[in-house]
């Protein structure tokens, strides 16, 4: 292939301008980034080997080197890992991101006010960690070539970070990739020996391959000229070595946790919590699991893979094995590492293997362990788990409290999936829900909460679903409960409807939707009111016929409520039928949902209601209290403008 130069896709050029001039306060991330991306070779080249040992061509030993020409200007990371084929190149340097390419730029544009080092998280979460180097260089050059082709398969490719760049054929004898990073005369800084040490020591000295640089020596000034640091041509490692999850945990500081994560996870804030144990038993392994601070941009992406690294026997197999833990734990960081697993594991062997479903269900109770640690507030007691796991490293236990609240103001409404995935830790998942309700507009409050202040006489725990906040609090559906003092959940996450159908109760105490079947307050109901609400429905019940002929096509049923005391009317549904909301969700979704008719309560005492005996526009009326409570609870009525034609009618 001759030199030819290409065009990055539209956007990138105003993407590469953001990262060069404003995306980073902390410069020297870009380090991290590209030796974080030389590792990854290195590990994609040691699992593609497993099958075809002869990738690894006469260098079986896997490195890293940084290396600087103070003449030239340049930066040079290389590594002899898996390299890049020209077309390879082309792909993966010429297109940033993929597909999310425009939901990096919107939630850049989204994050516009907020500081470099807020945006600087953004860009590993894309995927666009290369371009990092941009913030230091104004030209970068990769050399590379793909372990198995031929020396004459090279390929160079080079580009100013502009609008595009250039590819050419090459003669490379080493395999792997080598990116020399030309430097502004603003960073020349990294020109150092010491600076880039204490980077790599800082951000990078977890990674397990060697990071080799060129020792440095002192030499003296001859002829009345200054000495200086002079290059032996001998190379040293300036890392550990060693995967931090196999270190002993007492040698390992939080700074270094913390740093691991950031640089697994492309994070630019420190995790929550985390836990690094070694289980033994029938299955043994070591995980290092991480509860991050921020949710991801993509957590709601179905067709986004999530999942820990896979290590088997310290060696890497894949980036997101998604069978080690349940998708409702998606938000989950971190590396489990198997003594059990065959070295050629597949994804299709780990659905089926029976270490594999031993590893989730103890790391399943290992994140749940976390956060149930997180949400106590208190000091952690060493114990054995029911997972085997003797012992914890855990984040700071003076510094937990409040950061429940933080983790479920970003995870909670996942963590709810896991009633539906989870039935053997649905108890547990539980008891981590929280709520807003009519006492606490802030989700504080979980069922066990509740549970400790129902009033004398309740019998069961009460919730309303909608699509906010305001709607929930506003509800006509609350007017009794909130007469009377009864507390009432009030849960606004669209996962609520699913999730609650695999909990109909809590600790032996039913859960009780407000807008289905009719309210039966028991013992919290006088015998007075029991009375009147009878002698109402026997009196309403003409108007109740001619309510029920003039609404047929639109409700089951029109009924007396005992539920509203300022509103006119009301929708429930039946027991056993889908609640409004959840139809209504599942209409917005292009899904199908049962064709149900809901009962219309209407409240005997209000003026709207009485009106309605005698009316000359009765039909019209009937057809507006329908109407009406349809709106309060957030639908919209099938024909707006007859509504809107109707109230009209009656307001001339």
Not at 321 to 330: C, H
Not at 544 to 568: G, I, N
């Amino acid at each position: 292939m001759s030199k030819q130069t290409l065009h990055f896709q539209a956007e990138v050029a105003q993407l590469l301008h953001l990262v060069t001039h404003s995306l980073y306060s902390n410069q020297e991330i870009f380090l991290r980034e590209l030796v974080s991306n030389a590792s990854d070779a290195c590990d994609k080249l040691r699992f593609e080997a497993l099958n075809n040992n002869a990738l690894y061509e006469d260098a079986p030993n896997l490195e890293v080197r940084v290396s600087f020409d103070k003449d030239a200007k340049t930066l040079t990371i290389t590594d002899n890992g898996i390299g890049m084929s020209a077309q390879e190149a082309i792909d993966h340097l010429g297109t940033i991101a993929k597909s999310g390419t425009k939901d990096f730029m919107s939630r850049l544009e989204a994050d516009k006010k907020a500081d470099a080092k807020e945006q600087g998280q953004l860009i590993g979460q894309f995927g666009v960690g290369f371009y990092s180097g941009f913030i230091v260089a104004d030209k970068i050059t990769v050399e590379s070539r793909r372990a198995g082709l031929a020396a004459e398969e090279g390929v160079r490719w080079i580009s100013a970070g502009t609008g595009d760049f250039e590819v050419e054929t090459i003669s490379r004898t080493q395999r792997g990739t080598s990116v020399i990073l030309h430097l502004r005369a603003d960073a020349e800084e990294y020109l150092n020996a010491w600076k880039l040490k204490s980077i790599i020591n800082k951000y990078s000295d977890h990674i397990s391959l060697p990071i080799l640089m060129e020792k440095e020596e002192w030499k003296e000034g001859e002829n009345d000229q200054p000495g200086g640091m002079v290059k032996t041509g001998e190379w040293e490692t300036i890392n550990k070595a060693s995967a931090l999850w196999t270190r002993p945990k007492k040698e390992v500081t939080d700074e270094q946790y913390a740093e691991f994560y950031k640089a697994i996870s492309h994070d630019f804030e420190a995790p929550l919590t985390w836990s690094h144990n070694r289980v033994e038993g029938n299955t043994e392994y070591t995980q290092l699991l991480y509860i991050p601070a921020k949710a991801p941009f993509d957590l709601w992406n179905r067709d986004k893979k999530a999942g820990v690294k896979l290590y088997v026997k310290r060696v890497f197999i894949m980036d997101e094995a998604e069978a080690l833990l349940p998708t409702y734990l998606r938000f989950v960081k971190g590396v489990i590492d198997s003594a059990d697993l065959p070295l050629n594991v597949s994804r299709e062997l780990l659905q089926e293997s029976r270490d594999v479903r031993a590893i989730r269900e103890g790391s399943t109770k290992r994140v749940l362990t976390m956060l149930e640690d997180l949400a106590k507030h208190d000091k952690h007691e060493a114990a054995e788990g029911t997972d085997g796991v003797t012992d914890v490293v855990d984040a700071d236990d003076k510094a937990k409290e409040g950061k429940y609240s933080q983790f479920y103001a970003e995870f909670g409404a996942v963590l709810k999936e896991g009633l539906g995935e989870d039935f053997g830790n649905k108890e547990r998942i539980a008891k981590l829900l929280r709520f807003a309700s009519t006492s606490s507009d802030t989700p504080s409050v979980s069922l066990a909460d509740y549970k400790a202040r129902l009033k004398e006489g309740q019998d069961a725990i009460y919730y309303i679903t909608a699509d906010n906040l305001a709607a929930a609090k506003n509800s006509p559906q609350l007017e009794v409960f909130k007469k009377k003092g009864i507390e009432v959940l009030l849960m606004v996450d669209r996962v609520d409807e699913w999730a609650l159908n695999y909990l109909q109760e809590f600790d032996g105490t039913p859960l009780q939707s407000v807008a289905k079947g009719a309210v039966d307050l028991g013992k919290l109901q006088d015998e007075t009111e029991k009375k009147a609400a009878e002698e109402a429905a026997e009196a309403f019940k003409p108007v109740l016929a001619k309510l029920k002929e003039a609404l047929k096509d639109k409700a089951e049923d029109v009924r007396v409520t005992t539920r509203l005391v300022d509103s006119p009317a009301c929708l429930v549904v039946q027991d056993d039928d889908m609640s409004t909301q959840l139809a209504r969700m599942l209409k917005q979704a292009g899904q199908k949902a049962p064709d149900t008719k809901p009962v219309l309560e209407v409240n005997p005492e209000h003026a709207l209601v009485k009106k309605l005996d005698g009316s000359v526009h009765f039909h019209d009326l009937a057809h507006i209290l329908f109407d009406q409570a349809l709106l309060a609870e957030g639908g919209l009525p099938e024909d707006p403008a007859a509504y809107v034609k109707r109230v009209n009618a009656l307001l001339v």
